[in-house]
């Protein structure tokens, strides 16, 4: 039996509702958001053409964390922008969050898939199989 422990922000971890009240805590996350996102478990991707909705959004996600007393981990947060031009990335991409910019990556690694901003395979391929470059 557990001792009894105050909870200053988010629900208490590695309890059986655990994982339920955290999903009830973070429901209303994207409520205000401009962007399509994606929330699983406790990782968000935000997501649009438009580069400014996806600044307004980051400015109200760090509105919501502060309101209900939750932070962001700014070091596993990470741009990636996807293309399909020969010309490849845009480079005046620069978001930030809480103040910190975000850093701009080519290569992310989402729910065990390798995805790089042309969208090929062969990076995840050469990664899962373990084949050096």
Sequence with gaps: MSEEKSVLSGVPQGS???PLLFLLFVNDIGDN???DYLLYADDLKIFSTDKSSIQ???DSLSTWC???QMSVARNKCETIAF???KRGMDKDIKFTIGGATVPITSRIR???MFFTSDLSF???IDTVLQIPH
């Design 122 to 124: 062969s990076n995840h």
């Design 33 to 35: 958001f401009n962007s």
């Design 83 to 85: 293309y399909h031009s």
């Design 56 to 58: 307004r959004d980051l």
């Design 16 to 18: 059986v509702l655990g």
């Design 66 to 68: 502060e309101n209900w």
């Design 110 to 112: 989402d729910l065990g």
